[in-house]
C-alpha cells in the first residue's frame, strides 16, 4: 500500500511509524525523523506541492501542535487545520482513497470551546473533500512521552489518570486518558479497512481496533 503520513516525529506519529514502515511509506515532514524511511522535508506550506505527481493509496494525519509551541490561536490553527486540511486535500488530488486523521475527544465546530470548535471545523473540511472512507480519531488525554511542551494542567491530568480513568465510565470513558501507543496500532490497523464513509473513533473504539478490530458507534 502507497501511504504517506505527516505527523511523524510526534507522540502518536512516531508510535505509528514503525507499524507502517513496510508499506510504500512516504513521510513529509518538518524536520528529518531519523528513522530512514522515505522523506521529503520541507515546510508544512511545501507539502502539497511535494505531493505534485505521487501516487498514493492512503494518507494520515497525526499532525497536531501544542499552544507552547504554537503561542497563538492563528499559528494553532495554521497547523492542526489549515496544513491538515491542505495536506488532505493534495492526497485526494495523488489518488488517496482513504484518509485517517488524529483529531480530539470533544471536536464540535459550534463548540463554545476555541479548540474543539477548530478541531470539528477541521472534521468538516475533511469530511468534503471526497475521500472514499475517512476515519476520524478522538481519543481522550494523550499519555506518553512528550516532553517539557506539555502544559501544567496535561501533565497533571496524567499523572491522575489511573484514578479518573477508573471514574469515567460508559459513554464518560472517550473522556479517559489513552496511551499514544494504543492510537498508532489501531491506525495501523485502519489502514487494513476497505469499508466506505466516514467514522469516528472514540477511545472505546480505538482499543478495540487494537484488540483485532471492531465496528464503531
Given at each position: ?122 472534521e468538516a473540511d475533511l469530511a468534503g473533500i471526497g475521500f472514499a472512507r475517512l476515519d476520524l480519531l478522538r481519543p481522550g488525554l494523550l499519555r506518553g512521552e512528550r516532553g517539557s511542551d506539555r502544559p501544567f494542567l496535561e501533565r497533571f491530568g496524567i499523572a491522575i489518570s489511573p484514578v479518573t480513568n477508573l471514574l469515567l465510565r460508559g459513554r464518560r470513558d472517550r473522556f479517559a486518558a489513552i496511551d499514544a ?37
Open positions: 500500500m502507497r501511504i504517506v503520513l505527516v505527523g511523524a516525529t510526534g507522540l502518536v506519529g512516531s508510535k505509528l511509524l514503525p507499524l507502517i514502515r513496510n508499506h510504500d511509506l512516504l513521510v513529509l515532514t518538518r524536520r528529518p525523523t531519523g528513522t530512514g524511511v522515505a522523506e521529503r522535508i520541507a515546510a508544512a506550506v511545501e507539502w502539497p506541492r511535494l505531493l505534485s505527481g505521487t501516487s498514493i493509496d492512503a494518507a494520515v494525519s497525526t499532525l497536531g501542535t501544542t499552544w507552547k509551541m504554537a503561542g497563538s490561536w492563528a499559528e494553532f490553527e495554521r497547523v492542526d487545520r489549515t496544513a491538515v486540511v491542505e495536506f488532505a486535500r493534495a492526497a485526494r488530488d495523488g489518488g488517496a482513497s482513504q484518509l485517517v486523521s488524529v483529531s480530539s475527544v470533544g471536536a464540535d465546530p459550534d463548540s463554545n470551546n476555541r479548540y474543539l470548535a477548530l478541531k470539528g471545523r477541521t501507543a494504543d492510537v498508532a496500532c489501531a491506525i495501523a490497523a485502519l489502514l487494513k479497512q476497505r469499508e466506505p464513509g466516514v467514522f469516528v473513533h472514540h477511545n472505546r473504539e480505538i482499543k478495540g481496533w487494537v484488540r483485532g478490530g471492531t465496528k464503531t458507534e
